[in-house]
């Protein structure tokens, strides 16, 4: 008797050792990080169906902290930014995991492009009267986004269509700095770009636009931007529709504060 208890202690000291035994053991999986306190118990979907411009306002109202204006609208504009990039992490990711992603050769154009457009961003950011602001900055970081994601949707078997205006629409009442309007906003196809007749064409309306804004800059931030912004349209393997998107947002970087904007913001 005395034997079979000794072995009845041994089986299970053994048994609290053994794989199975250890998996019993383990310590409990991290619980999930609680989601961002900013984002208004909203998931990333909720808050992208809205136009930045819609969420900053929503935001600025129903956040129920005592930080200044400003700081609320710049922590709106994270959390919308956040989001964003997110989705674009998430459709990158489904890309590789399918192979149907860009090679390593269209990355490294695109890693150039980018370059090319920070270059010219920090360029207008700061030779723009008056200096870009904190919100107008963190703004043309939001702005900027579109082009990654646009990138890496271009390789979508079946790409959602991104129609684009025309011709720009002002929005009255809108200062230059006010957040971008919404991703899912319409837009024209490149054919429509195309097809305009003369003045009428997009591209040519917001070109012109852009000379006239650096034309009214002092000649060597002329010269600058000039440059650099070459630097980003000169690339030989560019739709008018992505380059109508990069004049647009030039005019964005430049525009004064007051103006009515040329054209809505990309979202």
Not at 8 to 30: D, E, N
Not at 136 to 149: D, H, I, P, S
Not at 175 to 185: E, Q
């Amino acid at each position: 008797m005395k034997q079979m208890k000794v072995w009845l202690i041994v089986s299970l000291a053994l048994s609290m050792w053994s794989p199975a035994g250890l998996a019993q053991t383990k310590a409990p999986k991290a619980r999930a990080a609680p989601p961002d306190r900013d984002q208004l118990g909203m998931t990333c979907a909720q808050i992208l169906a809205m136009s930045s411009a819609d969420w900053v306002s929503q935001f600025n109202e129903k956040a129920k902290d005592a930080a200044p204006a400003q700081q609320k609208t710049l922590r709106a504009i994270a959390v919308y930014g956040k989001c964003y990039d997110a989705r674009t992490d998430r459709l990158t990711a489904s890309l590789a995991k399918s192979g149907g992603g860009p090679l390593t050769g269209a990355r490294g154009t695109f890693r150039d492009f980018q370059q090319a457009l920070d270059a010219f961003t920090s360029k207008a950011l700061a030779a723009s009267d008056p200096p870009a602001d904190a919100i107008k900055t963190a703004n043309a970081q939001l702005y900027e986004k579109q082009f990654r994601y646009e990138f890496y949707q271009s390789y979508e078997k079946n790409p959602a269509a991104k129609p684009v205006p025309a011709a720009p629409a002002p929005a009255p009442g809108v200062s230059s700095t006010s957040p971008p309007a919404s991703p899912t906003a319409p837009r024209s196809s490149p054919a429509s770009a195309n097809s305009a007749p003369g003045a009428a064409n997009p591209v040519s309306l917001a070109k012109n636009h852009f000379g006239e804004l650096l034309d009214a800059l002092p000649e060597d931030k002329e010269h600058q931007l000039h440059a650099a912004f070459g630097d980003i349209v000169g690339r030989s393997q560019m739709t008018e529709s992505t380059r109508l998107e990069i004049y647009r947002y030039a005019i964005f970087l430049l525009e004064p504060p007051s103006a009515t904007p040329f054209a809505p913001p990309p979202f």
